[in-house]
């Protein structure tokens, strides 16, 4: 498999915390989003939708990374990233879909360079924009943790899901926005558990800085 991923970027993080739970090792394929390598010509060729990440596997090429994990637990059921039973899996994917719908989507980059090139935003003002979303989201990711009495020290249950999964990029950039995260204490404390696992550190940002 060939992972075409840039470090800094969630949904590419959120993919390689997935490949090293599952324990599948790809070649890294780095697509630089500072230099704009994802709008170029070569890239466009790999994902037409010029996004990261893409995964090439058996002359198909993947993308979208809910559909790639999705295609990676189908493949490599074991461990599982999604619990038994249907409530739960429920539970699960709606605390993914939380985060993979409704707050990364509007902190991408592209929306981003809009605020600063066709609005005329300043980095404060974007700052404020990803600070107001992630805020919102993670407000509520708190209260549906708080509300899980059976839970551990992950999102859900004992061990690592697929809400961990994408619950742990996002609060990476929550971090390098300067978000201050003192005020969701149990993300916190979920974010901090998954960092005793090889899984989430080698898959960290800080592991794959080009
Ligand atoms: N829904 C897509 C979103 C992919 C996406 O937005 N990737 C970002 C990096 S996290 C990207 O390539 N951004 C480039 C840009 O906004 O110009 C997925 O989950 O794979």
Request: include cysteine; proline fraction near 7%.
């Amino acid at each position: 498999m060939k992972l075409h991923h840039f470090f800094r970027s969630g949904t590419s993080h959120r993919l390689r915390i997935a490949l090293n739970l599952k324990g599948l090792t790809v070649e890294h394929i780095p697509v630089d989003l500072r230099r704009e390598e994802h709008l170029g010509e070569a890239y466009r060729a790999v994902n037409p939708q010029m996004l990261v990440p893409a995964l090439e596997h058996g002359g198909q090429t993947f993308i979208q990374s809910p559909a790639i994990i999705e295609w990676l637990e189908e493949r490599h059921p074991d461990p599982p990233l999604l619990p038994a039973g249907a409530d739960a899996r429920a539970q699960v994917r709606a605390l993914a879909a939380l985060v993979g719908c409704d707050i990364h989507p509007v902190n991408n980059r592209r929306i981003l360079e809009y605020l600063r090139h066709q609005l005329g935003c300043d980095e404060a003002a974007v700052n404020a924009w990803c600070a107001t979303w992630i805020s919102a989201g993670f407000d509520a990711y708190e209260a549906l943790l708080a509300r899980d009495g059976a839970r551990g020290a992950f999102s859900f249950g004992h061990a690592p899901t697929l809400a961990d999964v994408y619950l742990v990029p996002q609060v990476e950039s929550a971090r390098r926005f300067q978000v201050d995260l003192a005020r969701w204490p149990l993300i916190s404390a979920v974010d901090a558990a998954c960092a005793q696992l090889p899984a989430f550190r080698e898959a960290a940002p800080a592991a794959h800085a080009q």
